[in-house]
């Protein structure tokens, strides 16, 4: 298949922004869209690194989608459009390629944002997909990981670890047999299919000093916070949210902790508020059936310092995902 | 090296756009940058495909982002940012990375726009660059390829066939014996060093009824415009402008005509305009320096129809270049 015809197929009716002229190699975006500004992101996903070159192709897809939304998410952005590269190996199918498009029509759909423009390409290595995500922010100027304060509090929506577990789940290096079906279906589709968090900072976002998404395992990422805002971070290990499928797999297996603390594929949004605004942030999670949960506090000094229910320290075998 | 490093040591200082707030993994951009909406383009090149391996690390860079300048130059937009992702085998060195971000500088100096985001992965396939430029359009909406009318003569800027002539000089498969060595390091350097038409159609935007840029083939560019606007395209060989180098090798060779007309890697400017337009079209290419030449029309009908000197029929032996 030829990329004239991929392109004519496949992807020209994931263009269907009526307000953006699309033209092959250059999207048109009117100035209406971006009158308050853009967040613009960038993520790649190499198979065999950051997916099974077996996964379902909707779900690579979705995946690639996803890590990008989860990034607009962090910044209280809300998702305009975005461009897809797509490097095929020579030996691609057309069956695959409409798969792979039938999960990008299906998440916009469910985001409400469409494709604006790409490029596809042959390549002799694995299949990579590169996606830059447009976002309109709710707040001119945004939210930036840089923002944290002292005595800020530390939190983190939904529940951390089960995208790694699910890894672990996927790869059959553990849990077959200590965990029930439906924990281990669970973790397993948490790591195959992120949650952006779109629109949970939104009605929050002037609380809100310091964002960004847990994708590279909640430690790293903390750290990373820290240091761009000139803070310590001080890490309440047991005050950190797990599903019920994550606790019941780390109750089996204390251990197992690191991998949550540091494993990655959370998607996620980590941000810090004052403590006067602690319970409204909480009662906000509540009402919108996604939790905010406290997880520690931004103090004097530098680095990330992780305690257990004693405020003993913690060390970790590793400090996340390094992409290099 | 790790991608904190990476990213801190060598990318973070070529994101020095001062109205731009960058975050690692977002950038935002103010709304007074985008007032009159935006052009988004990307390109991928993938090494042992779109460039050779032992290229010149700051030539790889200079190449990944003029290829996305040029299409913003065939819609009349000027730069304003880039996100770039890199996907880096294992066995990478930091030298080569360091050469690559020199090369970027360089270009960002050149063409006045910054880095605004980005990624690095590694991959156990070969170096893969994606670029996504984003560009202010001089006129609301911006060019289309779509736009020809029956009657339009069609343009191109400067000179065809260098960057196609260039590889076969690169590849050392001709040339090295028949051509002088200043014609051979002229096309050599056109096929490593696209020069974006940036700023050119602006004074003229007035009169353009289609453009785009032409990187896969003049012939398969023009049937792509061609059949985008719903007309037949009638290009004339003979005027189709040619470099002195150029010239020389297809005298001594009258074969290459067919690597000049399909063989791709021009980043010149293909547009259309009515007749009346084409006087001050042709002076506005010798004001600035960079010729604009009539080679065609647009006709009744629809597909490419190539005709030599004395009208007779031209049939290439491939139609340009097809990513897949």
Known sequence: MREDNLIATIFAPLAGEPGVRFDDDCAHVPAAYLAKGAVVTMDTLVAGVHFFADDAPD????KALRVNLSDLAAKAARP????????LPKNH????????????????AEYDFALWGGDTVATPGPLTVTITAIGEPAVPGGLLRSGARIGDV??????IGDGALGLKVVTKTRFRDTLEAQDVSMLADRYHLPRPRLGFLEPIVDHITAAMDVSDGLALDLSRLARASGCAARLKAATVPLSPA?????DSDPSLLNIVL???????????????????IVAHGSATGCSATAIGTMDDGEGLHIVDAEGRPITLENAGYQHL
């Open 59 to 62: 779900l690579v897809a979705k």
């Open 80 to 87: 305009l459009g975005y461009l897809l590269s797509l490097a």
């Open 93 to 108: 199918d057309a069956a695959w390629v409409r798969q792979f498009a039938a999960g990008l029509a299906g998440d916009q």
């Open 154 to 159: 530390i939190f983190v929506t939904g529940t």
């Open 246 to 250: 994550g606790r019941r797999a780390v």
């Open 262 to 280: 540091s494993g990655g594929d959370d998607y996620e949004i980590l941000f810090t508020a004052p403590p006067s605004a602690a319970s409204a």
